[in-house]
């Protein structure tokens, strides 16, 4: 419940806006003051470009010579190429995890900073009401708690890097003004905005990881989709839209093992058990909560990404497969794009191995995290591919006041205070009450409101019995209202953080299944392989075990009991591992896990289709003579399973000859696929974007428009072999379409439409032209000012690849064509000469607008190029530029 500023019938949070969202993603509304940026800029730039250069080049770090750091315990070294990478040097942990804090904010404390306001609830302090909406989200989910008390159960060693990184961006930050920082601060000054940042802690660190968890929480998103279908065109239809993964199709990762008690063994085979749904509890009311949820949740920005592009690709082979005789590993996350990238490359040494500073790693980190993520140290390397388990479950509560139902009883609920400071506004007051469950989340959504833009089937609303009174009860005539919870393991304090350090000092096998232990959340795949020869597997996260009946795949009725999380968890040594599989390749692109008949313990069942990880077996497959760069041109396959599956219907339309055969001509030569200059991938993507359109729009609410990735490939593919299947009929025309209607139409749209975007002459026709990447700045970058988003934002490259191919640059087909996720990094590692490895970002590892390294990996990473990733000593110095020397207090 909120009260305050934001009470009013019109604020944000009593109604949440549709379509343009709120957030990082569009600022133009309440920050008007942003037009006097441009005006000052304007007369700045009139007056002299020595003062903007001067504003602009003022907060650029130092990287040569020699800077005073508070902390430090001894000198630390700082080499930087020519992509100003950072490999830092130093004689203890503490100063190595000092010295990386230091340089994290010299490059992206502007960043580090917005992050840590998201995520302890506080964006309306900087950016007025645009943030509201995602504060409230955040203060009710309670992310900064939850932090706060993770941070007492860490291991010593964790809580001791947490600190001293905290203090290396104190010492940063400590005696420079805003403007010294940032350039978004200097602008922010001129609004009028008085702000010193705060100190950083070791909690505004681990609050990241909320934001990690959030992003990657698994399948939130499809049990809302899951009862909104329902409503809008009936249960039976659902299946159809949320299709099963086809094991017998695309095979997934672990082929291998089964459980032998509460352990997997990856030399056992064990039979699994189906497990059944009871029917998600249903009425109008209850899909207008969820309906407005779904909005709401929306407007927390995404930090990592979000969308049906959000994925990844990993894989390791053996030396059976390589050209050397040893292990080649490779990964590319799939992320949201921003400017900065999301990953901030680093080296961490200890200049001599020793019990006291064993870190010798290099890899990608987060700025304002300690450590490497995903990368190698001297003896293994690492990849991680977002496993995707069903650790969210919203439950249908029965609410009246601070009372909710359970089992036939009235119980109160749990409740607390929390006050947002808005800028240039009123404090918002929240009342976050909590069933068992989880929060309450219909708090943030004007159900009546949604109750009214509502339009549901007859026969999609099917009331849940009430198990516990034994038969059906009419809420509302007992005084019970609808709400809606959340449950999360997230929610749930972990130290997940203590994974993060002690991966980085694994050293083999068991020191690297023993770091993953604590890996609570977000679940993920991890691959694996050392410079002994093994690789190897293994499944990371905290997944609820859930009741009979209750598997998660729709909203539960929380008034029965008997839907309650068991408080049990998948034991981790019963996640599936496998260390050197027969196969000798091990692949990871989001498909399932395992197949359920052999594993009898539920992870998810909304996999990703498989289309990317069968595509890489088959070409990891076809060739027993890998190298590093055969590998890096797989991270680059730009292969569409859609475009081979649709093509051959779409050739055998019979099309008026000229105009609207031009197309059609272009696909008869198609090899499927979408390289940046091809003019068939441009048409077969407009039509593909026109054919979902006409499928599922005159039945689907506009929340459930197709995005057009892997789950609509599999429900088109599967409906493509029946001309008279009901989704191909328009039901808002007195016609019955088929099939071949459809077809041509969209194909005759998608001419008219290149026509118009590109040229009247289909040879002219390039995919990349449609596709581009446009890289903005979170906050600023979306003011709206055209002066202010010049300064910040940086495009268009025309890329390849597009969505569930494995140069997955994925475009959402509701929205347009241009790339909203893609590859975050790529990397590949061989084993066998750690200084022959290659690596890319999607931007360059600075923050400052205009400095080099602003975006100076961007054109490399467009052409599908990488660059050298020195590791020795050797090679890191022979391949510097800068040398900055950190050195104690005096």
Known sequence: MVDGSSSTDDSPAATPQDGTRRGFRSWSGALRWMAGIAILLVLALVAGLVTTVVLVRRPWPQTSGELEVPGLESEVRVLRDDAGIPQIYAD????????????????????????????????????????????????????????????????PATRSALDAYAEGVNAYISDRSPSEMALEYTLLGLTGLDYTPEKWSAVDSIAWLKAMAWDLRGNLEEEIGRALASAA??????????????????????????????????????AGTELLQRPAPGGRRTVAALAGIRDVLAGVPALLGKGDGLGSNAWVVDGEHTSTGSPILANDPHLGISLPGVWAQVGLHCRRITSDCPMDVSGFSFSGVPGVVIGHNRDIAWGFT?????????????????????????????????????????????????????????????????????????????????????????????????????????????????????????????????????????????????????????????????????????????????????????????????????????????????????????????WDQGYRST????????????????????????????????????????????????????????NYRQSADSGAAAYFNVVWRELLQRTFADELPAALEPDGGDRWFTVVSRILRRSS???????????????????????MAARDELTALQSPNADEWSWGELHELELRSATLGESGIGVVEWLFNRGGWDVAG?????????SDASEGYQVVTAPSMRMVVPLDDLDAARWINLTGVSGHAFHPNYTDQTDLWARGETLAWPFTEEAVADAAEDELTLTPDS
């Open 92 to 155: 203890t942990l503490h100063d190595l995890m000092l010295a990386q804090g230091f340089v994290h904010a010299q490059d992206r404390f502007f960043e580090m900073d917005v992050r840590r306001h998201a995520t302890a609830g506080r964006l309306s302090e900087l950016f007025g009401e645009d943030g509201l909406e995602s504060d409230l989200v955040v203060r009710t989910l309670g992310w900064r708690q939850v932090a706060e008390q993770e941070l007492t159960m860490l291991r």
């Open 233 to 270: 065109v009936g249960p039976e239809a659902v299946d159809e839209l949320y299709p099963a993964y086809p094991f017998d199709r695309h095979p997934p990762i672990v082929q291998q093992g089964g459980l032998l008690g509460d352990v997997f063994d990856q030399d056992v085979a064990s």
């Open 386 to 606: 977002n496993l995707g388990p069903d650790v969210t479950d919203l439950y249908v509560e029965r609410v009246a006041g601070d009372l909710w139902q359970s089992g036939g009883r009235a119980l109160p609920m749990t409740t607390r205070e929390e006050v947002i400071e808005v800028r240039d506004g009123e404090d918002v007051e929240v009342t976050v009450r909590s069933t068992d469950h989880g929060p309450l989340l219909t708090d943030l959504v004007d159900v009546d409101e949604e109750l009214d833009a509502l339009e549901v089937a007859d026969d999609g609303l099917v009331e849940q019995v009430d198990d516990v009174a034994g038969a059906a009860l009419d809420a509302e005539e007992a005084g019970w209202d609808v709400g809606v919870s959340l449950a999360w393991t997230a929610l749930e304090p972990h130290p997940t953080a203590d994974a993060l350090l002690a991966l980085d000092l694994a050293t083999d096998w068991d020191s690297f299944r023993a770091a993953l232990a604590d890996f609570a959340v977000p679940g993920q795949n991890v691959v694996y392989a050392d410079t002994r020869g093994h690789i190897g597997y293994q499944a990371t996260g905290r997944v609820p075990v859930r009741r009979a009946g209750h598997v998660g795949r729709a909203p539960a009725a929380g008034w029965v009991r008997s839907t309650a999380w068991t408080g049990r968890y998948v034991p981790y040594d019963a996640m599936p591992n496998v260390l050197d599989p027969d196969s000798g390749i091990i692949a990871t692109a989001n498909q399932a896990v395992i197949d359920p008949r052999r594993y009898p313990l539920r992870l998810t069942d909304d």
């Open 615 to 670: 595509r890489i077996n088959e070409l990891l497959a076809a060739d027993d003579e890998l190298s590093v760069d055969e590998m890096a041109a797989i991270q680059l396959d730009d292969w569409s399973a859609i475009g081979q599956a649709l093509t051959p219907y779409l050739l055998k339309i019979d099309l008026p000859a000229g105009y609207y055969s031009d197309g059609q001509r272009l696909l008869r030569t198609w």
């Open 725 to 747: 299947n009901h989704w191909w009929d328009d039901v808002e025309t007195d016609e019955v379409e088929r099939r071949d209607d459809i077809l041509r139409d969209a194909m």
């Open 802 to 810: 597009g969505s569930s191919l494995v140069n997955a640059t994925a």
